[in-house]
């Protein structure tokens, strides 16, 4: 299963909306994980199931989804929030991340 | 507290072998599916392979399918990765990490410091 995530790169300010986009090759029901990577660190799970909030992932974080496209929002960005994100899919093996989103300044 | 702490990495000649270990701690280890995830330098994340709870079931990327082992003793709670035949774009860091709960897969919610191989001669 071939996740593509959009966009690729993003700029953006603090206290902007934003939102990344996972569409998935074939239906993945609500199997569906977002996580955030801050350079040079492992991934932190911030959603699982589509669009349950990972327990100490502030609020601001949320999830939707079903089937074959998924968004991640980010209600207002924080600075500590520009990282970058995959989408992973556990539908089926092999397991697969998308592409990543960088969120940059 | 849950701890993931890899070993093994280092720098190793094209078509030779490596075996990384992740001590996994804090936890029931022998009801967790367990993960390997690895990344390029500058590169996205990929999905290596997966080992059930119980080590009877193996899952691998096509790209190390062959190639990569995973295994892991219940009774020492460690994870394992044998790899072999490595190639130049076998570099990466390697992860270890472990499933949200115990069940139906959702997303990796703990993870390792990661352990760097290098391949090349």
């Known amino acids: 299963i071939q996740l593509t995530q959009s966009p690729s790169f993003l700029s953006a300010s603090v206290g902007d909306r934003v939102t990344i986009t996972c569409r998935a090759s074939q239906d993945i029901s609500s199997s569906l994980a977002w996580y955030q990577q801050r350079s040079g660190k492992a991934p932190n799970l911030l959603i699982y199931a589509a669009s349950s909030l990972q327990s100490g992932v502030p609020s601001r974080f949320s999830g939707s989804g079903f089937g074959t496209e998924f968004t991640l929002t980010i209600s207002s960005l924080q600075p500590e929030d520009f990282a970058t994100y995959y989408c992973q899919q556990l539908n089926s093996y092999p397991l697969t991340f998308g592409g990543g989103t960088k969120v940059e300044i | 507290q849950v701890h993931l702490v890899e070993s093994g990495g280092g720098v190793v000649q094209p078509g030779r072998s490596l075996r990384l270990s992740c001590t996994a701690s804090?936890?029931?280890?022998?009801?967790?599916?367990m993960y390997w995830v690895r990344q390029a330098p500058g590169k996205g994340l990929e999905w290596v392979t997966a080992i059930s709870d119980d080590g009877d079931n193996k899952y691998y990327a096509d790209s190390v399918k062959g190639r990569f082992t995973i295994s892991r003793d219940n009774t020492k709670n460690t994870l394992y990765l044998q790899m072999n035949s490595l190639r130049v774009e076998d570099t990466a860091v390697y992860y270890c990490?472990?499933?949200?709960?115990?069940?139906?897969?959702?997303?990796?919610?703990?993870w390792g410091q990661g352990t760097l191989v290098t391949v090349s001669s």
């Open positions: 804090g936890f029931t280890f022998r009801t967790y599916v």
């Open positions: 990490a472990r499933d949200l709960s115990p069940g139906p897969l959702v997303g990796a919610s703990h």
